[in-house]
């Protein structure tokens, strides 16, 4: 378009006016497109306040991220226990061994005709031994297995190093929870005076059995055997010819109710109490025979023992022996 210029005083030719509002209104038309495509492609933020649904959510996932703790926090406890176990285990797995060795040389040496009486008595008294050491081993692994989280009370003795008795000893048997005194040193008087009027029989005969009591609900059955000397012996000493001896001896309960339970003898006015107080603490040892159903009981009796100054050995036995002794029978070991 061909413009015109004005000279002065001249108006301004309208097509220029024109031509400037149509560039103007171009370029606010092209503002206001690119405005609008931002404004299009602009990510919609909403800030609108959390409903029930999304804050149940929350703490459903705040109750699992707990749950989750918890659930290892149990399985490192559970790991820790499983440690335990097998080392419990393997101290049964030993001790089962030596069980079973011992019952192997028991087998083997009841097959062979003619051997000393005594071994196999020490070989019932180390098998009962090795008994009591896995039933506090189980017992000991079962209460592992179930503790909870509480201190652990730890029960110390006087005089940990056993050492042989041979001061004054009183008798105690536990069986099926109850606890009873012997009355072994009045049997054993009656056992020798009776003996010494029996010798004369073993002039004919090369043993004899008989039986003195009862005393207090229990008897003591004997046996004497005739020891001829040997020529050797009268050599080295000038002493011949036969005499009587001890081979051994049982004790035999008449009834399987004696005594008191364990919980009445623990009581101020018991009659175990009554008996235990007329020997004197520190010169007198209590020795425990203890079954393997009686050994809860055991432990509640030497715990009080023990707390009243005595000194305490204890004496396992196997199920259904009974109590016997020899001239070549173990002292007992106390504590």
Request: a negative charge.
């Amino acid at each position: 378009m061909a413009r015109v210029i004005p000279s002065e005083g001249e108006l301004v030719n309208g097509d220029s006016f024109v031509d400037i509002v149509a560039s103007v209104v171009g370029i606010m038309l092209i503002m206001v497109v690119l405005e609008g495509s931002r404004i299009k492609n602009a990510p919609l933020k909403l800030s609108l306040p959390p409903t029930p649904e999304e804050s149940a959510l929350e703490q459903d996932l705040a109750a699992e991220q707990a749950l989750r703790e918890e659930i290892l926090k149990t399985a490192d406890e559970i790991r820790y226990l499983q440690q335990e176990t097998i080392a419990r285990q393997m101290e049964r797995d030993l001790l089962a061994t030596a069980i079973a060795a011992a019952d192997h040389e028991i087998a083997v040496h009841r097959e062979k005709p003619d051997q000393d009486r005594q071994t196999d008595f020490e070989l019932h008294r180390r098998l009962a031994d090795a008994r009591f050491q896995l039933e506090q081993l189980l017992r000991q692994k079962q209460i592992e297995e179930s503790r909870s989280e509480e201190p652990i009370v730890v029960e110390c003795y006087p005089t940990p190093i056993s050492r042989a008795v041979d001061g004054p000893e009183a008798h105690l048997l536990i069986s099926g929870g109850r606890v009873v005194f012997i009355p072994l040193e009045p049997l054993l008087e009656q056992f020798k005076t009776q003996a010494k009027a029996q010798a004369h029989k073993l002039l004919d005969q090369q043993e004899l059995s008989d039986t003195v009591g009862p005393v207090e609900g229990f008897r003591l059955r004997y046996t004497l055997e005739r020891f001829d000397v040997p020529p050797e012996m009268f050599q080295e000493t000038g002493r011949g010819g036969s005499f009587a001896r001890l081979q051994k001896w049982v004790l035999l309960p008449v009834r399987d109710d004696l005594g008191e339970p364990v919980r009445l003898a623990l009581q101020e006015d018991s009659d175990f109490r009554r008996r235990l107080a007329k020997i004197l603490p520190g010169r007198t040892t209590i020795t425990i025979w203890v079954y393997p159903d009686g050994f809860d009981a055991f432990r509640q009796i030497r715990k009080e023992v023990y707390r009243l100054g005595y000194a305490v050995a204890a004496r396992p036995l196997p199920p259904g022996v009974p109590i016997s002794g020899s001239p070549e029978g173990s002292k007992s070991a106390a504590q």
